[in-house]
């Protein structure tokens, strides 16, 4: 749980898998748990069949009582007990060790944040934080109430706007985060620095999207010699296909290209679904849908 922060790329890049260890053993430790408590019925009832028939075989009258106390020294039941105790001992430690994982993300969040505000003022940093939470909030404020003004160009180097806002904390289905509130846009003093401009980082060039095999490796910890099968190994029909994901099998391909209308003029009256569905109301909610050319079209009508 401990933190480097010496090393905090490293930490942020291994955090997730981390994570994923621990969150899939305390599943485990809780189905262990639910395991050990049959087998304390199964021995509690096993053995009070047992202790029955011997009372019984004895000659010796019996109460419930003496049941319970039985079953409670019988060192059958003991041991099964024993074994529940540690199965749920072991699925708290865990469940702790999931819950200690949040904080080291805010904690890795806080170092992070430091670090930048602290070793590089006056240099452009990056705000992290979702669509839903903030810059939804934030397109809402820029177009205004009536739009008679249109909308306010925030982020135009030259003529943009300082945006201002309130943060509440706030705690809701177990989890605690920011809310962001009041935006507001003010005149800059002056338009952002060319130098500035030209040290942000694109991160559509930046990023870094592992293939299946290297998300694999990162979460499982399997090794590249391991095996499995690759998209080389695959033959071409059954390699993942690029752009708008298939909703059915590629062996249908045939039966859908069946469908599809012929293209006569290659013109299509506009506004209308070339496979007589209604355009935006059935956006993909049709086989058809999936090798449409009008697809673009659609989703735009639909409002998706």
């Keep these: 749980m401990s933190i480097n922060k010496f090393k905090l790329d490293m930490e942020c890049v291994s955090h997730a898998s981390m994570y994923f ?98 070793n590089k003022p006056g240099e ?8 839903f ?20 160009e925030f982020a135009d180097p030259d003529t943009g706007r300082e945006i201002r806002f309130r943060i509440q904390k706030i705690s809701r289905g177990g989890f605690e985060f920011n809310e ?24 559509d060039e930046v990023m870094l999207i592992p293939t299946y095999e290297e998300a694999q490796s990162i979460l499982f910890g399997v090794d590249d010699d391991d095996g499995g099968d690759s998209d080389d190994d695959l033959d071409e029909d059954e390699k993942p296909r690029k752009g708008k994901p298939s ?22 009256p506009a506004g209308k679904c070339p496979y007589g569905h209604k355009l935006g109301a059935d956006c993909d909610q049709h086989d058809d849908c999936d090798d449409c050319d009008q697809w673009d079209k659609c989703v735009n009508a639909s409002g998706k």
């Excluded at 939470?133 to 306010?152: N, P, Q």
């Excluded at 249908?252 to 290659?266: I, N, Q, V, Y």
């Design 21 to 118: 260890r621990y969150a899939e053993a305390a599943q485990q430790a809780k189905a262990r748990v639910g395991e050990f408590e049959d087998k304390l019925k199964l021995v509690i009832a096993k053995r009070n069949i047992d202790i029955r028939n011997d009372f019984i075989n004895q000659g010796t009258k019996f109460t419930e009582s003496v049941i319970d106390a039985s079953l409670t020294m019988d060192e059958d039941v003991k041991a099964a007990r024993e074994q529940l105790r540690n199965a749920q001992a072991e699925a708290a430690t865990m469940s702790v060790a999931v819950s200690a994982f949040d904080h080291r993300k805010s904690q890795l969040d806080n170092l992070t944040r430091l670090y930048c505000s602290k």
């Design 247 to 268: 909703r059915k099998p590629a062996d249908d391909d045939d039966e859908r290209s069946a469908k599809k209308p012929e293209k006569g003029d290659g013109k299509k």
């Design 124 to 131: 452009l940093q990056v705000f992290e934080v979702s669509h």
């Design 133 to 152: 939470l903030f810059e939804k909030e934030l397109i809402d404020e820029a177009r205004g109430d009536d739009g008679d003004e249109g909308f306010t």
């Design 180 to 203: 962001y509130r009041s935006f507001s846009f003010s005149e800059r003093d002056e338009p952002l620095d060319e130098a500035l401009l030209e040290s942000a980082i694109s991160f």
